[in-house]
């Protein structure tokens, strides 16, 4: 429910802002990993791997936004991901689904996989409405898991395999997906807007700048620092005339894709993102 999912309470604000501190569906528009897309270093230096400890976001592989609740009697929270899974996730000691049993390797397509509430694949009867990407990244998974009826919970993630050693330098282009829920008429009326993301990441400066979109409309920018193998920073929408935050993680070897979460101060829109070289 799209506004459950952005009614966010000022508890849950301060918990995402404090832990950052430390394509339509159906297509694939990101660019090819064809081997081509190194990284090519602006300024002298070095730019041998650096092995590094997950910071800047947590010590998790991803984080959630778990949302309970509608209107004003919402509360949403962050959940710290720590288990990369194709399958689940774990949050609070609880197993969500977001693949049949079994078909962790395999169901997800190039693009955007859906699940209906009650639909039952290999056993399993989905409760909710799934909706996790994509089958082209081989290192992380976003998505959406929307509410059905009172008591369940919405929830918007990004989880993925950290990368354990990262640039030194050099400046980087990724391309890749994104889904963002917003209360707004200047988006289509849909609980989740599926689209694109483009990021560029300059190791050296350990900075992080980029942009969501939803078909030819830019939605969000962002613009993050790196830290470890995490970034967290600004989110701004000129579009949807407010402010927010941003934060996620490399994924891979070298960090060959990224992930993460952004979400407005005014508690408009949120949203999550995967990209990759």
């Known amino acids: 429910m799209k506004n459950s999912i952005l009614k966010f309470s000022l508890t849950a604000l301060a918990t995402l802002t404090l832990a950052a501190c430390g394509s339509s569906g159906g297509s694939d528009n990101s660019a090819p990993d064809n081997g081509q897309n190194q990284i090519n270093s602006t300024a002298p230096g070095n ?19 778990v949302t309970t609740g509608e209107d004003n009697n919402a509360n949403v929270k962050r959940a710290n991901l720590t288990d990369y899974n194709l399958e689940t996730l774990s949050i609070d000691g609880k197993t ?11 169901i997800f397509s190039g693009s955007w996989t859906e699940y209906s509430a009650g639909v039952t694949f290999n056993g399993y009867k989905f409760p909710n409405t799934v909706s996790v990407c994509c089958g082209k990244y081989t290192d992380v998974r ?9 008591g369940q919970e919405d929830i918007l993630f990004y989880n993925g395999n950290p990368t354990k050693s990262m640039p030194s330098s050099g400046v980087v282009t990724y391309r890749g997906d994104s889904v963002i829920s917003a209360d707004t008429d200047k988006l289509p009326d849909e609980e989740y807007v599926k689209g694109s993301s483009t990021f560029t990441a300059d190791f050296g400066n350990k900075k992080l700048t ?15 620092n790196i830290s470890g193998n995490g970034f967290a920073g600004t989110a701004k929408s000129d579009l949807l005339n407010s402010q927010g935050t941003a934060e996620g993680k490399f994924y891979g070897e070298n960090a060959k894709e990224l992930g993460g979460l952004v979400k407005a101060n005014d508690n408009s829109w949120g949203g999550a993102f995967a990209a990759k070289k």
């Open 47 to 65: 730019n041998n791997p650096v092995q590094v400890s997950s910071n800047g976001t947590g010590n998790g592989t991803g984080a959630a936004l």
């Open 210 to 224: 980029g942009t969501i979109s939803a078909g030819n409309v830019n939605v969000v920018t962002v613009d993050a």
């Open 142 to 150: 976003i998505g959406a898991i929307g509410s059905t009826e009172p």
């Open 96 to 106: 969500v689904r977001i693949a049949p049993p079994s078909n962790g390797s395999t």
